[in-house]
Every structure is written in structure tokens, then in C-alpha cells.
């Protein structure tokens, strides 16, 4: 199985921009379907983005498109998540999340193992 330890949110305006980290550990992390899932108190999971083991099948959320950017460095065990134009709607916890299969999943179901996430707050 893998570990999952996120880190690099925090507190930023409305237009900037951070990058969220997702280390892995345990077994080799090219092995894994990954992605990143946020929620807000009250609401349900949401998907926002999804990467294939060797980075070449990529899923965005529609809200996400365009502004934020998936990506892997299988060498350092290690996916990113690059927001930027980050707006107040983008706040929430944002969790990474990963599957031991070849399909690139979308819905929080899919996705065995999860880290215990990181808090992004957009201000206006």
C-alpha cells in the first residue's frame, strides 16, 4: 500500500497562486492512479483533477480548467498540483488520493488510499 502526506496550502488573494504537494510512501508510487479531491464543511467531495501513473492521460474538473495543473515526478515519489488564478470558490481542503489500477478515475469511490489533506483559503 501507499502513504499520502500533502502540504503547501495556505491563505492567498483572489488571483494568486500555490502549488500543492502530495509525497508518497510505501510502495512505489509509479504503481498508482492519482488525483486530487477537495471539500467544503457541508458539501460532498469534488473531483479536480487526475493523472495516469505515467502522466500521459490527464482529467481536469470543468471549474478547474484551465487555471490549475496536474502533474508527477514518479523519480521523487511526488504529484503537484498547480492553482493558479485562484478564486474565493476555490477554497476548501484539497486532498490527493491514489488507486492501484490502469483507469483514471474521477469519483472519490474509486480511490483506495487518501492522504488527510491540506486547507487552501482564497480571500477576496
Known amino acids: 500500500q501507499v502513504q499520502l502526506v500533502e502540504s503547501g496550502g495556505g491563505l492567498v488573494q483572489a488571483g494568486g497562486s500555490l502549488r500543492l504537494s502530495c509525497a508518497a510512501s510505501g510502495r512505489t508510487f509509479s504503481s498508482y492512479v492519482m488525483a486530487w479531491f477537495r471539500q467544503v464543511p457541508g458539501k460532498e467531495r469534488e473531483f479536480v483533477a487526475a493523472i495516469s501513473r505515467s502522466g500521459g492521460t490527464i482529467y481536469y474538473a470543468d471549474s478547474v480548467k484551465g487555471r490549475f495543473t496536474i502533474s508527477r515526478d514518479n523519480a521523487k515519489n511526488t504529484g503537484f498540483l498547480q492553482m493558479k488564478s485562484l478564486k474565493p470558490e476555490d477554497t476548501a481542503v484539497y486532498s490527493c488520493?491514489?488507486?492501484?489500477?490502469?483507469?483514471?478515475?474521477?469519483?472519490?469511490?474509486?480511490?483506495?488510499?487518501w492522504g488527510q489533506g491540506t486547507q487552501v483559503t482564497v480571500s477576496s
Open positions: 488520493a491514489a488507486r492501484d489500477d490502469l483507469r483514471v478515475g474521477i469519483y472519490p469511490g474509486e480511490y483506495k488510499y
